[in-house]
């Protein structure tokens, strides 16, 4: 494998930069120049915006996402060397109550902390790029959802689903995140209500980053309107079609392997114009791709991209570019499942939002502790475990930001983080993982079933008590 500096001394200035950078992004060095704007709504509180955000972060972090571990974190001087001075937040917590805490999670501007959200992603973004790099950025694209429990607004702005027989319990919010093809941070996403689709929510996002960047993603954002959004935005795309889009923009023409032909995507009257997208054929080319791995059943894709190029952007590049889409799939994964945002215990749709921008970072966190360890280590990044990366991370918390450890001392910790996190690597299996079925053993209910709405359930038992 190439390393990525050519000399020890090059590769040791460059791993103190890179630390030098993480350092301030652990640190959110710089994150309150843009809250001014919202300055008439704070004053000189325990717990001030940066601590705030700080302990939003925290919490994902941390294996217990509860208000009350993070308190008690703050009250044995988890962030007292965020808030320099002669009386650090510590000192100013005399209660364990998480009442103050929880207010002022409350008074946060959302877009405050969206911004922060983009600017520290766009910096962790250049720990895995080297520098000087001219390569078209890959981007990847997809959607999941999040479930709320129906307290305050939330079944206003993320109302759940509904059954043929009755209203679901739980409230469900969609969502749509960008990940970087090269270092696997979130760039950007958008949260809206199940009733918003995917492809709405990407073009939203696709527009408002404005980025030269090659798009990818399945054939769920195989659409017009995601398509145009790239060409609009300045960048690429790079979609797998259905076979009926495919046989439209062919024009009858056989879709067989080896067919590369130029296009122009024209919308019809079944495709929906986003606000801000302007109605326009978009200029492509319809490229279909035999793909063959071996062990595995060889499958015809059907591509279409925006990179008009054909002698630049070979199908075989594109074939390795659209390769790389399933790495979204297990970055979702990280997110959901070790970060704990599958479900937001959140009681306004407000908070709700915030919460999931500060998992983002948190998770973007990691990300970058991983991109320090790729680029020092002269590796590649997912060949690191996440959720190593991410406990070794929070271990060393408290001996990075406490108040009482000398500054050289907090260096040489992290020094010895990165190092640790460049030795957690995933095993090399000498033999193939077996193919296992999507399915499972069905696990019996404690509970019987729920007759009628939940409401109905509690008043039949008030009922049952008062008779007793």
Known sequence: MQKLFASPAARANATAQLLQLFAKLLALEGQTHSLSQFRRRFYRRAWCPLITLWYLLWQRLSPQHTLAAAVADAR????????PGPKPLSARLRSSATTAFAKARARLPLPWVQECFERLAQALATLAVPPGSDTLPVRLLDGSTLRLR??????KHFPPHRTRRQQAYWCVARTVVCFCGAS????GAQMGSIHASEQTLAVRLILAAAARALYVGD????VWRVVRACAQAGGHALVRLTGARAGRLAARRRLQAGLDLAVHWAPTRHDQVDRGLKKGAVAGRLVVVRAARRGWRPQTLVLFTTLTDAHAYPPAWLLAQY???????LNLRSVKATMGLDQLEVKSADLARKEFYAGLMAYNLVRGLMGVAARTSGGAGGRWSFATARG????ALGMLWLGWVPARRRWEELERVCAEVGRAR???RAQPRPAEPRAQYHVPQVFPAMRGTRAQA???????ASKS
């Open 150 to 155: 129906p307290h305050g607004d939330i079944p």
């Open 219 to 222: 054939r769920n954002f195989g």
């Open 426 to 428: 995933l095993p090399r």
């Open 184 to 187: 696997a941070v979130a760039l």
């Open 392 to 395: 070794i991370l929070f271990g």
């Open 76 to 83: 044995r001087g988890g962030a007292d060397a965020l808030r």
């Open 458 to 464: 509690r008043q039949q038992l008030k009922n049952m």
């Open 323 to 329: 390769g790389q889409r399933w790495q979204v799939e």
